[in-house]
C-alpha cells in the first residue's frame, strides 16, 4: 500500500500561481513518480477554481482543474466533517476541515504551508519547503 498525502490547498495554489519558488511544483512533479496516494477535499477545488479564475483564462482553470481532479482523490466533506471541525479545538475552522478530511481517509501526512494552524493534529503535518529538504533535495 502506498503513503497517503494529504495536500492542504494552499499547496495547489502555490503551484499553480508560482507562490514559492516553484517548491510546490516541484514537491507535485517528484510526487507523480513515486507510490503516494494524493487527496485534497472537495471544497478545496471550488476554493482553487474561485482563486485562480481571476489570474487565468476559463480554459486554462478548466485544464488546471481537469488536471488535478485525474492525477488527485476527492475527499467528500461531509456532515460529519462538519460537526467534528467545529467541535475541534481548532481555531481555523477551514484548517479543521482539512484536518478531518485527512483524518477520514486515514492520511499518514499533511502537507501544509499553515502549520501553526495545525498544532492540534495528530497526523504528521509538514510544510512544502520542509518536505522539499527532506524528500527531493537530498
Same mark, same amino acid.
Given at each position: 500500500?502506498?503513503?497517503?498525502?494529504?495536500i492542504d490547498?494552499?499547496?495547489?495554489?502555490?503551484?499553480i500561481?508560482? %507562490?514559492?519558488? /516553484?517548491?510546490?511544483?516541484? =514537491? *507535485?512533479?517528484?510526487l507523480? /513518480?513515486?507510490?503516494?496516494e494524493?487527496f485534497?477535499?472537495?471544497?478545496?477545488?471550488?476554493?482553487?477554481?474561485? =482563486? =485562480?479564475? &481571476?489570474s487565468?483564462d %476559463?480554459a486554462d482553470?478548466?485544464?488546471?482543474l481537469k488536471?488535478?481532479? &485525474?492525477?488527485?482523490n476527492?475527499?467528500?466533506v461531509?456532515?460529519?466533517i462538519i460537526e467534528n471541525?467545529l467541535?475541534?479545538?481548532? &481555531?481555523d *475552522?477551514?484548517d479543521?476541515v482539512?484536518f478531518?478530511?485527512a &483524518?477520514?481517509i486515514?492520511?499518514?501526512l499533511?502537507?501544509?504551508?499553515?502549520? %501553526?494552524?495545525?498544532k492540534?493534529s495528530?497526523?504528521?503535518?509538514?510544510?512544502?519547503k520542509?518536505?522539499?529538504?527532506e524528500?527531493?533535495a537530498?
Open positions: 500500500m502506498s503513503l497517503r498525502i494529504y490547498t494552499n499547496i495547489y495554489l502555490n503551484a500561481l508560482n %507562490r514559492d519558488e /516553484g517548491v510546490s511544483k516541484e =514537491i *507535485f512533479s517528484f507523480a /513518480g513515486v507510490d503516494v494524493l485534497l477535499n472537495d471544497i478545496s477545488i471550488i476554493n482553487i477554481h474561485y =482563486i =485562480i479564475k &481571476k487565468f %476559463r482553470v478548466i485544464e488546471e488536471t488535478i481532479q &485525474k492525477e488527485n476527492l475527499v467528500s461531509d456532515e460529519e471541525s467541535d475541534s479545538e481548532f &481555531k *475552522f477551514e479543521a482539512q478531518f478530511c &483524518k477520514k486515514d492520511a499518514e499533511i502537507i501544509t504551508d499553515n502549520i %501553526r494552524d495545525f492540534l495528530d497526523i504528521r503535518v509538514i510544510s512544502a520542509d518536505f522539499y529538504r524528500y527531493i537530498v
